[in-house]
């Protein structure tokens, strides 16, 4: 059954903060007011946003522990497990899409660190024109894991106003996604095929607005 605090199915019996009406996740906080938790998690957010920014050195390539490290600082004030793979099991609602098995996590970030993080980043300089391709398939590999409980679109769209800072652009405007959500969650659909395409075109439209 759905949680109304998430959209994200989970199967754990005692994630909600108690007196929440299920509807906030448990937090260090005690915070039970959905509309007050989504205040504190923006202000955070912004905060940490702009640590990570400060640290997108030429050059850097990210790793799994970097990804982790942003995770931790944006939620480190309000949940236990900031920073840290998730052990509960999610998926979409309506079996759309289905996230990589908890057990499995930390093996598919070693592969993906790998197989795309180190091979990907950080991005070429001589050839901007590649990004949005890069980027797609960067962001959309960590969202089908989906490693965290939490955050995990946030920790993604992170990775490429990341990678777009470092090398001298400015970073995204994710209102075309926002704007566009039904075409973005197709395009996630599509990347576990390994077609990139949609998804791409979708971020060329964001960094080049």
């Known amino acids: 059954m759905d949680r109304p605090y998430s959209r994200y199915r989970s199967y754990e019996p005692d994630e909600a903060e108690p007196g929440s009406g299920d509807k906030v996740l448990r937090n260090k906080l005690g915070i039970t007011d959905l509309e007050l938790m989504q205040e504190f998690e923006m202000e955070f957010q912004e905060r940490a946003f702009a640590r990570i920014l400060d640290s997108a050195m030429p050059g850097l390539s990210v790793s799994c522990n970097l990804i982790k490290s942003w995770h931790r600082w944006t939620f480190e004030e309000l949940y236990d497990w ?25 093996a598919s970030m070693d592969d993906y660190e790998r197989e795309h ?31 965290f409980r939490d955050g995990n679109g946030r920790i993604a769209r992170i990775l490429v106003d990341f990678l777009l800072v470092q090398a001298g652009l400015t970073f995204a405007r994710w209102q075309v996604l926002k704007e566009r959500q039904s075409d973005y969650h197709e395009s996630i659909r599509l990347s576990v095929f390994k077609d990139y395409r949609p998804l791409a075109s979708l971020l060329r439209e964001a960094i080049n607005s």
């Open 82 to 106: 900031a920073g840290e793979y998730r052990t509960v099991e999610l998926s979409l609602p309506d079996d759309v899409l289905h996230f990589c098995p908890s057990m499995h996590i930390a």
């Open 117 to 147: 993080l180190r091979v990907l980043t950080p991005l070429l300089q001589d050839s901007p024109n590649t990004y949005p391709e890069t980027l797609a398939k960067l962001h959309a590999e960590l969202i089908i894991i989906h490693p």
